[in-house]
């Protein structure tokens, strides 16, 4: 138990205060805590009760951070956990801010990858698509629920297809590459992430288009 004699708001950061006890430095908070808190000057403080006024003061600050990253672009959860804990978080505080974040739905993993496909959809493939999500901590279920066929947006009724998308990358790379060859840009496509159904597609249509100079029957299999 110790006796509070100072509390004095931070030079660096206006938003947070000092708190004193006993003369002597014990915690920073944020002054919305503190207030919150009800912690005085002359009041008498138990350890525990200190730790809980600074933990909670750790996830309202990380919770700040958070959404100031979320203002410019939409994060999955597991993003977030990572730059929390790259600006020196503990793993309890972290947990609570984003749960706290989801509860707000300022983080929505299943609206972020629904829209990441949407930006990306003419760009990547299936298989390019499924790695970049996975890498974001994009659970398999929605991945799989939001490529699949039958799956339609619930606001705009829009759905991925791969063949669009592997026909538009298609059209792109040819007006670099008038004169490429279909194993070539097989080998793009693929590199892209679309998959072998939808290469041939896409190599079906141009074809018909005319794209290629007497094609060979066997690069359209």
């Not at 014990?26 to 009800?38: E, P």
């Not at 309890?92 to 609206?111: G, P, T």
């Not at 018909?208 to 094609?215: H, I, K, N, S």
């Amino acid at each position: 138990m110790g006796r509070i004699t100072d509390i004095a708001k931070q030079k660096r950061n206006p938003s947070r205060v000092s708190v004193f006890i006993d003369g002597e430095f014990a915690i920073g908070l944020d002054a919305v805590t503190a207030v919150g808190a009800r912690i005085k000057i002359g009041d008498e403080i138990t350890v525990e009760k200190l730790k809980e006024v600074s933990h909670k003061s750790e996830v309202n600050s990380a919770f700040e951070r958070a959404a100031g990253y979320l203002s410019s672009s939409p994060r999955s959860a597991l993003e977030i956990k990572r730059y929390l804990k790259d600006k020196g978080y503990d793993a309890s505080v972290v947990a609570e801010a984003v749960e706290r974040l989801e509860q707000y739905r300022y983080i929505d993993d299943r609206a972020y990858a629904n829209s990441y496909i949407k930006s990306k959809s003419r760009k990547y493939g299936k298989i390019r698509l499924s790695a970049e999500l996975r890498k974001r901590g994009i659970s398999s279920e929605i991945i799989s629920e939001l490529l699949s066929d039958d799956y339609e947006d619930e606001y705009d009724g829009s759905s991925y297809d791969e063949d669009d998308g592997a026909v538009e990358t298609a059209r792109r790379y040819l007006k670099t590459h008038r004169f490429a060859e279909v194993p070539k840009l097989k080998r793009y496509l693929a590199g892209r992430g679309f998959t072998w159904d939808s290469i041939g597609a896409a190599v079906r249509i141009l074809g018909d288009e005319g794209a290629f100079e007497a094609p060979d029957d066997d690069d359209f299999e």
